[in-house]
């Protein structure tokens, strides 16, 4: 055990730009978790009242809850991205006498590794995001002036122990994947992304549960007003989820129906088909934070909207609870918009960079530097339009419902606007990591590409 534990630390060494994207979606995500715990540290300090413990405990169980389950589905399709792309070595190691369970006793050691280091490192930035949380609760008056900031033990308890329990979660469950592949197979370093019953039956129950919620949104919560929003709101967050553990599949799909168009673009067309098959995984990680950033974004945000319009036609002033609640909803909007994009940059860029040899080898065999950015450009947009489809399919779940409830119409008079922003956002992010990414690599010439 020891002399793995000193391989994995070697591998960090050695090896740290690559696990350089695990780490900072693990130090973004201990510090959003952290920052939202220390809520529930706050409420349990002393000569707080019951309506800021209500707030407090609201806002650190049900936002911070949901920002878990965020960063654990984060940390495991990141972590899973680099395991794969390290097939080669894996296969090596396996060739040199190492046992599967001796590699996944490596990866995971290297995860925890990297885990603890990034949460250590989240304390500082959560303190201060969380005082400014509890500022801008003061502020609008749903929490006493007088209330202390707390960060203490269940901050760091529930920020280490997501951190830590996601990153080997996520390990063990790539490892198994990966050293149960043959040596052939590895070193051809290609991969279909097959659907199999470990992504069918997690992403079944959660889309189940989608559904469930906005059925049950528009029939047993017609009646109760605000009281449906929560359920509302979760229905696009499960089905967002549930729609991106299926991305491979989904891509897939999505390379079946525009094959033909792009085989005739010529050849980036036809490189880019041949790409999304032969590494639909590699693509499927960029397609996975599209859709729970578009889905979530444009559930939540609609939803809030409606809520508003509702408040205004019925001539009431805008209650405390309804302030509560907006900021809730604009909190988990910003939390979504910031940590999708960190997840989808950081899966670009890692996915751009390691093709560095593939560009290399394009380019000998006669491809242009040219042909190379117009085939990442193509994938990129394929991508894009995928995943912003899908996740407005998502965000209807929660839409449509909620106009039910509280316009008593099925399609809702909203601003268009708001979802051409989402997607500006999502198509701005994507281009701009995969296209700049892949022109600094076809900087290097290509022989040393290959040679690297």
Same mark, same amino acid.
């Given at each position: 055990m020891r002399a793995l534990l000193w391989l994995a630390w070697a591998s960090l060494r050695r090896r740290a730009g690559s696990f350089a994207g695990s780490f900072l979606v693990l130090f973004f995500g201990a510090t959003m978790v952290m920052s939202f715990a220390s809520m529930l540290? $706050?409420?349990? +300090? $002393?000569?707080?009242?019951? $309506?800021? !413990?209500?707030? *407090?405990?609201?806002?650190?169980?049900?936002?911070?809850?949901? +920002?878990?389950? *965020? !960063? !654990?589905?984060?940390? !495991?399709?990141? *972590?899973? *991205?680099?395991?794969? /792309?390290?097939?080669?070595? $894996?296969?090596?190691?396996?060739?040199?006498?190492?046992?599967?369970? /001796?590699?996944?006793r490596m990866i995971v050691g290297e995860a925890a590794l990297v885990s603890v280091a990034a949460a250590v490192l989240a304390v500082g930035p959560s303190y201060l995001l969380g005082r400014a949380l509890l500022g801008l609760l003061t502020d609008t008056g749903q929490v006493g002036a007088g209330t202390a900031f707390a960060f203490g033990t269940i901050a760091l308890l529930v920020g280490f122990g997501i951190t830590v329990l996601s990153a080997v979660i996520g390990a063990l469950w790539t490892a198994r994947h990966a050293t149960g592949r043959s040596v052939a197979a590895s070193l051809a370093d290609a991969d279909p992304g097959r659907m199999t019953w470990k992504r069918l039956v997690p992403a079944g129950v959660l889309l189940t549960g989608g559904l469930y919620l906005g059925v049950l949104t528009v029939t047993a919560f017609r009646d109760k007003g605000t009281d449906a929003m929560p359920i509302a709101a979760q229905a696009s967050i499960l089905t967002s989820m549930g729609l991106a553990i299926l991305a491979p599949g989904l891509v897939r799909a999505a390379t079946a129906l525009t094959g033909r168009v792009l085989r005739g673009r010529g050849v980036s067309g036809y490189l880019t088909v041949q790409h999304l098959r032969q590494r639909t995984s590699q693509a499927a990680g960029a397609l996975m934070p599209i859709i729970v950033f578009t889905g979530i974004g444009t559930g939540v945000l609609y939803l809030q909207l409606i809520e508003d319009r509702a408040v205004a036609a019925s001539g009431q002033l805008r209650s405390v609870e309804h302030q509560s609640i907006q900021t809730l909803n604009l909190v988990v909007i910003g939390m979504i918009v910031v940590f999708a994009c960190i997840m989808l940059i950081n899966t670009l860029v890692a996915s751009t960079t390691y093709r560095r040899g593939e560009f290399g080898r394009l380019r000998l065999a006669g491809a242009t530097p040219r042909q190379v950015l117009g085939m990442v450009r193509t994938e990129s947009l394929l991508i894009v339009a995928t995943g912003t489809v899908l996740g407005t399919l998502a965000g209807s779940v929660t839409v449509l419902p909620y106009s039910v409830v509280r316009a008593d119409r099925w399609i809702p008079d909203l601003p268009l606007w708001i979802l051409l922003g989402i997607i500006t956002i999502a198509v701005t992010a994507t281009l701009g990591a995969a296209l700049g990414t892949a022109r600094r690599m076809l900087r290097t010439p290509a022989v040393d590409s290959v040679a690297l």
């Open positions: 540290d $706050t409420s349990r +300090g $002393t000569g707080v009242d019951a $309506t800021s !413990v209500e707030t *407090l405990t609201t806002m650190g169980g049900v936002v911070g809850g949901w +920002g878990m389950c *965020l !960063v !654990v589905f984060a940390v !495991v399709s990141t *972590l899973g *991205l680099s395991v794969r /792309q390290r097939a080669a070595e $894996t296969a090596l190691l396996k060739s040199a006498g190492a046992t599967p369970a /001796q590699i996944t």
